[in-house]
């Protein structure tokens, strides 16, 4: 249990930090140029 508990920790923490890096591009595309 606790194995698959860190591994889903893990994946949801990847998700998260994709969703944040893609609501920051939305908010300010200028900054990437």
């Known amino acids: 249990?606790?194995?698959s508990?860190?591994?889903m920790a893990k994946i949801i923490e990847?998700?998260?930090e994709i969703g944040?890096?893609?609501s920051l591009e939305k908010?300010?595309?200028y900054?990437?140029?």
């Open 1 to 3: 249990m606790p194995r």
């Open 5 to 7: 508990t860190k591994s």
């Open 14 to 16: 990847a998700i998260y």
């Open 20 to 22: 944040v890096l893609k």
């Open 27 to 29: 908010e300010c595309p």
């Open 31 to 33: 900054e990437k140029r």
